[in-house]
Each structure stands twice: as structure tokens, then as C-alpha cells.
């Protein structure tokens, strides 16, 4: 079988540019009312410490935003399931791994042969992906001779 890929739509299309800038621009107006405040002296070390950690907070979310992996996908080939469906989760599964594989409602858990599971959250695509997604699971597992459950 051909390569099966679905990727992610953006459901969030604000200009990455305009978050990278506005999180700048808040962290540098939050450091400078931290030393600010710091050179005053009439306010107590713990709201200074609270400016000055807001305004680190923004910068480091700033550089999060613009690192961020946007390419969201699932991709079934003839010879493994590669996923990176969330910031944090991105695996690749060989087909022999797979013993069993559970449909669910938004997800997909797959049963390996080492008795472990790896489960796919699917809630981040349309639904009408879901359902295309899973039908092509269907395909790729019937070819493979993997159980569905």
C-alpha cells in the first residue's frame, strides 16, 4: 500500500510572528517594572520577584512559541505508524511490533508484542478526519494481519 499522511490543521492561526513579538514585548515591560521597582525601594523583595519572574515566564514562552513544532501528523507506511499529534507525543510503531490494535471513540491504543501500549489521541482533528483516519488504520491492519478491536 501507498503512504497514507494526515496532517493537523492549524485550529489556532495566530500569526506566529505577532505571538513571538507580543511575548517579547510583555517580558521586557514586565522586567523593566521588576528593576524598576528594585531601584525605588518602596516595594518589598517578593513583588519585585514576581515582576521580574513574569517577565522571564513570557520571554521563555516566547521562545516555546516560535521552537514549536507546527507540523502535526499521523502516517501509516508499509512498514511502520509514524505520529506527532501534540507537542509532546511523537512516536513511531513497526508493524510487527503491533499485536492488537483498540479503536476508540477519539483514540487509537495500539497492543504491542512486549505487552505494552501506546495510545493515540486523535481530538485534536476534525471528525471527519477521525473517521478517515481510522478507515485507513482499517486498510494497513487488514494487509498486516493485525487484530482490531
Request: glycine fraction near 4%; proline fraction near 1%.
Amino acid at each position: 500500500m501507498e503512504t497514507y499522511r494526515q496532517t493537523l490543521d492549524n485550529l489556532h492561526p495566530m500569526n506566529r510572528k505577532k505571538q513571538f513579538s507580543f511575548y517579547i514585548f510583555a517580558g521586557i515591560v514586565y522586567l523593566a517594572i521588576g528593576i524598576a521597582n528594585y531601584y525605588r525601594n518602596n516595594q518589598d523583595m517578593l513583588i519585585i520577584s514576581i515582576w521580574v519572574l513574569g517577565g522571564l515566564g513570557y520571554i521563555i514562552i516566547a521562545f516555546f512559541y516560535k521552537n514549536r513544532n507546527e507540523k502535526f501528523f499521523i502516517e501509516f507506511n508499509s512498514t511502520e505508524i509514524n505520529a506527532n499529534v501534540s507537542t509532546f507525543t511523537s512516536f513511531s510503531i513497526k508493524w510487527d511490533e503491533i499485536k492488537e490494535i483498540k479503536m476508540k471513540p477519539i483514540s487509537i491504543e495500539f497492543l504491542l508484542n512486549s505487552n505494552d501500549s501506546k495510545e493515540i489521541s486523535l481530538g485534536s482533528f476534525y471528525y471527519a478526519k477521525v473517521i478517515e483516519i481510522k478507515s485507513k488504520l482499517k486498510e494497513f491492519a487488514d494487509e498486516k494481519r493485525i487484530e482490531i478491536v
